[in-house]
């Protein structure tokens, strides 16, 4: 059985490099995954952005539709790569990663293309072979689907690992003993919450100033931090995107760990199970204060206006920690479930192909 894994950019995502060593860890199927021919990256404005998708849109469709393989997997954000697949009536799974009318939502606000992407879901949901989910969050927007589901927890590998000491990392960045260090790890936007942390951080720094806040990743709120950072330059440093591999290293050497996100109807279908950064924070058994998300004993969860205050509880110990969790505990055996469900029970002596671009 071959399966092909398809997303707009799946590079960008380590979900999918945890799904490719655990389908092939498996040991019964042929696992590609598609690399888009032309990628057209995004940029800082709206209208850029929108500019971006109308190019990189029909080129992903396009090469979708000259694809082989018995079963797709596709990951959805946009909906609209499975359209290739239902006119050619094949098999896919679809990856419900975040439905993606929010995500146009929070991008452009509600109006016409909202109402476009709601129709290109439950077009994609009402096809698909298979759901997969992130989080048992997002249960509540395709249960009535009746559709096998699978839900497989965005968990780290157990690989997920620093490289470097602790206390040897701290002094590479000017981080004394005396000093606790705050971590944001996380696009810079308003969605990921970037747009509160000034105020975050004057908070704190009124009551606890040998903290230091690092802010590690990129994005249209960078210029603002970097010019807000140049104000207490001993207790804001922002350190720009950071590959994937080095996220250990900031998280080990963190005391305390932040998810400032705004409240929005949309609140509780975001947790621990789905948001990566989270599931990363918990893996180091790191104390995680939120705000703007779902409710979960792994965190603590404070309104928008009171999250500097829970930052201060954390950095004095007045918080649990939370529990530790891996892929390979939780996540593979889903999959495992799930390839059991899509070949019949039966086993079959495929040889492994590694990960490379299909045609």
Request: some cysteine; proline content about 7%; glycine content about 4%.
């Amino acid at each position: 059985m071959k399966i092909v894994y398809v997303a707009l950019d799946p590079l960008k995502y380590p979900r999918v490099k945890k799904i490719a060593y655990s389908v092939r860890k498996h040991g019964t199927v042929d696992f590609y995954v598609m690399i888009p021919k032309i990628r057209i990256r995004w940029h800082a404005n709206r209208l850029s952005r929108f500019l971006a998708a109308n190019v990189s849109y029909p080129l992903a469709l396009l090469q979708i539709l000259f694809l082989k393989a018995d079963i797709f997997w596709v990951a959805n954000c946009p909906d609209i790569l499975v359209f290739p697949l239902i006119l050619r009536k094949k098999r896919y799974i679809l990856e419900y990663r975040s439905p993606w009318s929010i995500e146009v939502e929070n991008e452009f606000g509600s109006g016409p293309w909202v109402r476009l992407s709601m129709i290109f879901e439950k077009i994609a949901l009402r096809h698909a072979g298979i759901i997969t989910l992130p989080t048992k969050q997002l249960l509540v927007r395709v249960k009535n689907f009746a559709k096998p589901i699978f839900v497989i927890p965005n968990y780290p590998l157990k690989s997920f690992k620093a490289s470097v000491p602790r206390e040897r990392f701290r002094r590479q960045y000017g981080v004394s003993n005396h000093e606790k260090v705050v971590l944001f790890v996380g696009r810079l936007s308003a969605v990921e919450g970037a747009d509160l942390l000034p105020r975050i951080i004057t908070r704190v720094l009124e009551k606890e100033k040998n903290t230091v806040f690092w802010i590690v990743g990129d994005g249209p709120f960078h210029f603002t931090l970097s010019r807000f950072a140049q104000k207490t330059p001993n207790n804001v440093r922002l350190f720009g995107w950071q590959p994937h591999e080095r996220i250990p290293d900031f998280i080990q050497a963190a005391d305390v760990c932040i998810v400032p996100r705004h409240y929005t109807p949309h609140s509780m279908l975001y947790s621990e199970d789905g948001v990566q950064k989270i599931s990363e924070y918990m893996f180091f058994k790191k104390p995680i204060v939120a705000c703007g998300i779902a409710e979960s004993k792994e965190y603590l969860l404070v309104r928008e206006d009171e999250i500097a205050e829970g930052i201060i509880r954390a950095l004095r110990g007045e918080t649990p920690l939370p529990k530790s969790r891996a892929w390979e505990d939780y996540s593979e055996k889903k999959i495992f479930e799930m390839i059991k469900t899509l070949d019949g029970g039966r086993s079959t002596e495929e040889k492994q192909l590694p990960m490379a671009e299909t045609t």
